[in-house]
Each structure stands twice: as structure tokens, then as C-alpha cells.
């Protein structure tokens, strides 16, 4: 082998071991499910123009909120057993409990709710990852379910959309981990939260009940009408729990003009993120049906919305 040879050989062979020591280690990554089901609470009918077509309903709102995050959406009816409530939650990826008019304690709704709660938090000790949503009534709901009694007060906001008083938690919270800067920041000066709440979370009662502060951490707060000073969104310090007191379905999904509904740029992006966030929640469950044909019986798409804009301010509304 002549000398320049030689030399080329050996400049190969160095090349090729810097390469091989400079890949990088193989990540290790979590198992997504790219087909998960969010269930969606049915909540009970409050209103007397509604009570014709049914006991409980969901807004379609709520469901295309979900689906445009990617996620398919199953109705949970307030009728079944508690063991049918356990099977049903080895099949879903998530939970979202919506707004709307119930009894925080005694309701079918309350019930219901309760019992996946505690499937949720036995399943996530465990490291069966499970996550849970609640919008207005939602989140008081799982206020009250973590602290074991209901601590709301008067805490109206009624038809106004608001900026959020954003904590520094808020800055390194997983709920808003993907918002960009220019977002965040808009989100803590324009009114981009639609509120329709008349009770709510008191900041001082959740700063002197230790399950509430030792449970969640405030990611931000409103005050009311009455000038109360109200927590506005909450993060779950160990479990994939989340709540927010206004609705950020309604900023792409519903469009009665008499109401705040936030339908700006960024009042629509922070709507598709959180969207985003919580189906990505979803993903990390591998929770899933185990027959095909059984799943495709139990999602939203075998039931057909009602149009309801014209006495109601949902554009559609499913009844069951």
C-alpha cells in the first residue's frame, strides 16, 4: 500500500469512529396513542326550553373543541352503573367535564364525575397516565372533589370576556408550555376568556385550604363583579388535572352576537392550543377499546346534533 493511500485508509478509518462516538444516545420515548377518545360528562338539562328534547345534553361546542385537537369524542350518559363507568374508563384516554347548571354535591353529574375521579387518581398512582379536564362548572366541580366539601362563593363574571392575571407559575406550567411569548403576553392584556359564571374559587379560600394549595397550583386570576378575587386556572401539582373558569370552546365554536364571545386572532389560537394540549394529554393514556365495532358504537357520531342558536346560545347541541 503506497504512503498516500495509507494515509487516505487512515483518515477513513478516523472519520468513521468520530462519527459513530458523535451520534447521539436513542431517546427513549413515551408510547402515544394517535387514536385516543375523549369522554365528554353529560351534563343535565337546566334550562326549560331544552327539557323537550332531553334529560342531559352536551354542546356541540365542547365536541368539535376536542375533535379539533384530534381527538374523536365518546358521550357518557348519567344513567349507568358504576361498573359500566369503570369499563368505559379502561377505554377512554381522557375526561372533560363541561359547563352548566348542576348541584356541586348531590347531582347525577356530581356522582358520575366523582367516581372517575377516583379511578383517575388510582390509575395515575399506579403510572396508568389519565388526564382530567373541567371547564367552568367543570373546574368547580373538581374544586370541590378535591377539597371534599364546596368552598365557592359569589364570584360573577356574566357575559364579559377578560385578560388573565397570569401567576409566575403560569411561565412554567405544562398547560401553557407551547404558547409563545407574544401570546402569553396577549393573553395577559387582552380580553381573550370568555367568563358566564356566577360562582367560583375565592383566591384567599384556595391560599387556606390545604388539599386545594397542596393539590393544585393557580396559573391565574380574575376579579368578579363584586370585586372578589377569584382563581381562574388551575394545574394539578401531580396529576394531569386541569381547570379553567371561562371557556375557551367558545372562541371558535360558538357565535350568538349578544354574548362576549372572544373571536380575535389570538383569542383563536389560545382556543386551538389548549385544545391541542389537552388531546396531547389524551395521547399519553393508552387506555383503548378492544373491539373496533364497539368503539365505533360508542362515539358522538352515531348521535345527530340539534340546532339550537335559535333558543339557546349553542349553535348545536347533542340530547340524550
Known sequence: MSSVRFLAYLWRVFFCCCC????????????????????????????????????????????TYLESGGSRVMPIRLTLTTAEYENIFWKINGLLLIGGAADLETSDFARVAKIFYKLALEANDAGDFFPIWGTCMGMQLLTVLVAGQNLLTNTTAENVALPLNLTADALTSRMFQNFPKRLLKALAEEPLTGNFHNYGLEVKTFQENQKLHGFFTPLSTNTAENGVHFVSTLEGKKYPFYGVQWHPEVNRFQWDRKLSFPHSPHAVQVSSLLAEFFVNEGRRSLHHFDNPEKEASSLIYMHKPVYTANFTSYEQAYFF
Open 20 to 63: 459513530v462516538r458523535a451520534m447521539p444516545a436513542k431517546i427513549q420515548q413515551e408510547p402515544l396513542n394517535d387514536r385516543p377518545v375523549i369522554g365528554i360528562l353529560t351534563q343535565l338539562v337546566s334550562d326549560d326550553v331544552m327539557r323537550p328534547f332531553g334529560r342531559t345534553y352536551i354542546p356541540d361546542s365542547y365536541v
